[in-house]
């Protein structure tokens, strides 16, 4: 058994973990080093070219999950089903109210929470009242999860990969959280109508296609930018931003017709 690794800028990231996450099903450990991403997977032999191979000690098998700490952030602490959680009536250090637990199983590394860019789109997320949200792009349903625990309803979610439908599922279930779940091309199919407020923690590219549609709610948390990338779709102002890690977030809202 060896342990291969692949490193790339973080702008390119999230291509890079796809084709990752192609090769190696099982799970992809994650680490941010400076300016660039590696990311790592098990196999006996190699899946493809191009990739450092190096051999695996004693108990690699459980490796992975090192990769994959609790997160807390404001009223939300994210995690995975293995780590301790904190018992109710327990305050997070640095916060006024009782934690929303959210127990992520990142069996196939769609995101725990722990991510620069999901970070900073859970901060934005609890600015705000609930209301009707849409999360676009749902992955394991992190941000999807976090909306339904801080009151939003109904949530919906949708991702074009049947494997994060079915993994956002599978966590709505763990979490006795009542979400619509279902797979779509957010950037082409008809979305819900009558949703106040869409969640995308995606790339600058998807982003600047999704700003062309003619449904954009009043109100939009997106993420998944590098610190320095300029996104404002016409007729929206940015309200708020966030940076973690070289990511940046940012709450949009309609400017009124004058």
């Not at 590696?38 to 196999?43: D, I």
Request: proline share 9%; net charge negative.
């Amino acid at each position: 058994m060896k342990r291969y690794r692949l490193r790339v800028p973080a702008a390119q990231a999230e291509p890079a973990l796809a084709r990752m996450l192609d090769l190696f099903p099982q799970g992809v450990e994650e680490e941010r080093e400076g300016d660039e991403v590696v990311f790592a997977g098990y196999a006996d032999t190699a899946p493809a070219a191009g990739l450092d191979a190096a051999d695996v000690e004693p108990g690699w098998e459980d490796r992975w999950r090192e990769y994959h700490r609790p997160v807390t952030v404001g009223r939300i602490w994210v995690g995975p089903p293995w780590c301790p959680q904190p018992a109710d009536g327990a305050r997070p250090r640095g916060t006024r109210a009782w934690p929303l637990r959210i127990v992520i199983d990142p069996g196939r590394a769609f995101g725990t929470g722990g991510h620069g860019s999901t970070r900073a789109a859970l901060e934005l997320l609890q600015r705000l009242d609930p209301c009707p949200a849409l999360d676009l792009g749902c992955g394991s349903g992190v941000l999807a999860l976090a909306a339904a625990r801080l009151g939003h309803a109904p949530v919906l979610a949708c991702d074009d990969d049947p494997d994060a439908v079915e993994v956002a599922r599978e966590n709505a279930t763990r979490n006795n959280c009542d979400i619509q779940v279902w797979q779509c091309d957010a950037l082409y199919d008809e979305l819900p109508k009558a949703i106040d407020l869409w969640l995308a923690n995606l790339q600058l590219a998807p982003l600047e296609e999704l700003a062309w549609r003619p449904d954009l709610p009043a109100r939009l948390i997106v993420s998944g930018l590098l610190e320095g990338e300029a996104f404002q779709p016409p007729g929206y102002r940015v309200a708020a931003r966030r940076r973690r890690d070289g990511w940046e977030g940012l709450l949009l809202e309609r400017e009124a017709a004058v």
